[in-house]
């Protein structure tokens, strides 16, 4: 006996989402006014994560123009990541003290070789790039091999780990020349949202393609992780 296939046609949204879409303006604000609209949506009661994506105008097919780099925010992003950091034995006890999880050379590569897999950010000092090189298909298609343009490849290591411990970010566009990146959690004051959404504006203003034309920065947007977003006027 056939049954009716399950349909999600005339479905209601939550009372929440109802209550934001209608909050919803199409006009584009001030920071500080875009940060204030977010909070007058109803939230849920978790810290919500407070998301930026910026539409460029670059073509993602020219290799010229792929928008690639790290930032670490002045307020931080309310995140933490695990980081390991491949240096010389001199300077794996301060690494740690950074913030590392685990540093050092080949005995590292060693380790990961055999499995181990617990860390979410990898950085190394030139001269060990040499020695990471062995796990280049292990850490290649999980993107985390330490790599210059990404910042995870740096002479002062120790700084690094601090950074990114602390919530430095990457970022790439996608293949519609978009930007995503994190600003901060909505318990953060606003002008820790507003200070952060601006130090983010400004390092992608900074790193314009010169062979892109016409406006770099088309639209800027801003949520939280579950709210509809605001559109920011830069």
Known sequence: MAT??????????????????????KDAVAPAAAIAALRKFKSPKFDQ?????????????QADQI???????????????RVICFCIS????????????????????????AGWMDFDVAVASP???????KLGKVLGPKGLMPSPKAGTVAADVVTAVKEYSNGKQEYRNDDGGNIH?????????????????????????????????????????ISAC????VQVAV
């Open 127 to 133: 001269d060990m790039m040499r020695v990471v090189s």
């Open 90 to 113: 001199d300077k794996t006890a301060a690494a740690k003290a950074a913030g590392a999880v685990e540093a050092g050379a080949e005995d590292l590569v060693a380790k990961i070789e």
């Open 67 to 81: 928008i690639r780099g790290s930032i670490g925010l002045p307020h931080g992003t309310g995140k933490t990541a």
């Open 4 to 25: 009716t296939p399950k349909t999600t046609v005339g479905k209601s949204f939550s009372k929440r989402r109802q209550a934001n879409l209608a909050a919803i303006s």
């Open 226 to 229: 579950m709210s509809p977003s």
């Open 181 to 221: 990146g994190v600003i901060g959690k909505f318990s953060f004051a606003d002008t820790s949202l507003v200070e952060n959404l601006l130090a983010f504006i400004a390092n992608i203003n900074k790193i314009k393609p010169s062979s892109a034309k016409g406006t770099y920065i088309k639209k800027c947007a």
């Open 49 to 61: 994560t407070v998301n930026v994506v910026l539409h460029l105008g670059i073509d993602p097919k």
